[in-house]
């Protein structure tokens, strides 16, 4: 292990220090360098990555509830939509932005935003509504430039850009690896047909013959979206790779 | 992978015509009085709608919500009964105390189920715990630390949802379950095996307890309190040399077991089954020294834990008598033909 000791300085560089920060003192006086920014007259520039507000795009959703399955802080409900699909909503009052069901949705149905100020009059309006999860969330502009953080030598320091930066991120399509249901334990399978109930698809059939049922999956058909996986009662459904 | 695959289901064939499978389980088991309310068919249910309904086995919304996929009735051990009755086939009989815990009489049902979780034969075991009025209570077992509840050993003489939480277990398990329960707990716990190979693989241990009877826990509680016996001050149950002893905090109550045939379960008065031979293991209090515990070793798995057990001297091992069980085994036989006798007449 090392130890840390503190600098052992000569007489003279011991006077070089003292000079170096009489001379930051002074430069400060002149003409000062801040490093935060005058938000809202000015962003920061985030990263394609941040982990903003979500937009949802209903023609890709596949009503899988992957999303209010996974999400830690119950903060997704799925209501029914007029079409009879179940759609997600948000509770931002409970949201903690971990995008979670950004990752596990299997078709890319929600995108990720810059944005992060949106204020609401009240708890019951950060419920948002499918409806309102189509459009990016209405935010007022001040800003003329955005800043970025520079990290230079030793000193961090922050750069002003004229211009937008764009809050919208243009995500490429997902590169997901393509899952369909598979049956590991046929012997297992009580034949309760909720499978085929669940399934958006019509993947999963069943017809009742004379001495029992007989269950058909038709791979060609199925998106991966795991419903049935959830609701098998014993277990035996799995998604596996293509 | 892709293309059509396939599998087929065996049902068996409807009892009742045009009807649901459970009204065929329940025209022939339940209204029948045979059922034994081991709750096999509320584990299997895929919608879990099967549940106790004023003592009796029920499906209260059958008609929206029951799939009728019949596994209800394929895996219940009442529906085409072949009663068991005997010793059964065992590969030892022996006597035993454990060291380590304290529980009816030796605490050998904990002490196997325990030795198994350490040897990592399973990773969790089923047991009935009881709460303040006497109410089962199912807990799922990891280790030695959660007995500390101190109500999970020693006899409770009332019906408990242990296969209700079975399904629950098997799903989670990592290594494998252990399921403690009455005969005809077991003789469902073997029929589930039998008909879906996840709980084939995935139930290793079953230990099975002497049982004459068991009672509902409305009718005993209505019961003991026309004894004088409140449910609170119970410390414990216990039937030795044919009286009903309840000892409480300020004293014992006794009573011949013969009087509690008034609310002897129909399910119960039509079983035969005494040492429950179909489990891995029996345990019960009758063919041993007060204090030890009967152990009778029927299957692979429980000759593993037994021998781990004597390796580590876990236990003091004493001597048997399996002939001390011929009464009660031949008194439950005798009342089963006592009772076929009377529906004749």
Known sequence: MRKVVAPDYTVFEHVKRHAEAVKTAIREAIIPESVTCSYPK??????????????????????????????????????????????????????????????????????????????????????TLTEEMIEPPEIIREDKRYVEYVIDGRDLHLRRVDGEDELLVDLPPPSKVERIVSCIDPESCTGCRICEEVCEHGVIRSSVEEDGVRMVIDSERCTGCGLCVKECSMRVLRLVRR | MGGLLEWKVRVPDKPMKDRLYFDGLKANVIDTGLCSRCLTCACICPVDGIRVVDDKVDFPDREERCRDCGACIRVCPRFDYRPKYGMGDYLEFTAARSKRFSGQDGGMVTEIMISAIEMGMIDRGLFVGRDERWRPQVFHLHDSSQLEVGTLSGTKYTFATVLKELKKA?????????????????????????EFPLFRDRVRLVIGLFCTENFHYDELMRFLEKKGIKPEMLIKTDITKGRFIATMVDGEVKFKVKELEEILPSGCSVCTDFTAVESDVSVGSVGSEPGFSTVVVRGKS???????????GYAEFGEGDPGQLDFLIDYKVGRFYVKTKDDKD
Do not use: W
């Open chain 2, 302 to 312: 429980a000759e593993e834990v037994i021998a781990y057990i004597r390796e580590k």
């Open chain 2, 170 to 194: 098997v799903l989670l398990t990592r290594n494998g379950v252990g399921v403690v329960g009455t005969p005809c707990i077991v003789s469902g716990v073997r029929k589930l095996q039998m």
């Open chain 1, 42 to 127: 000015e962003r920061r520039k985030m990263p394609a990555s941040f982990r903003g507000y979500l937009i949802f795009d209903p023609d890709r959703c596949i009503s899988c509830f992957g999303c209010a399955f996974i999400c830690p802080a119950n903060a997704i409900r799925m209501k029914e939509a007029e079409d009879g699909r179940y759609y997600p909503t948000i509770d931002y009052g409970k949201c903690i932005f971990c995008h979670f069901c950004l990752d596990s949705c299997p078709e890319g149905a929600l995108k990720p935003t810059k944005i992060h100020d949106v204020a609401y009059r009240d708890l019951d309006r950060m419920l």
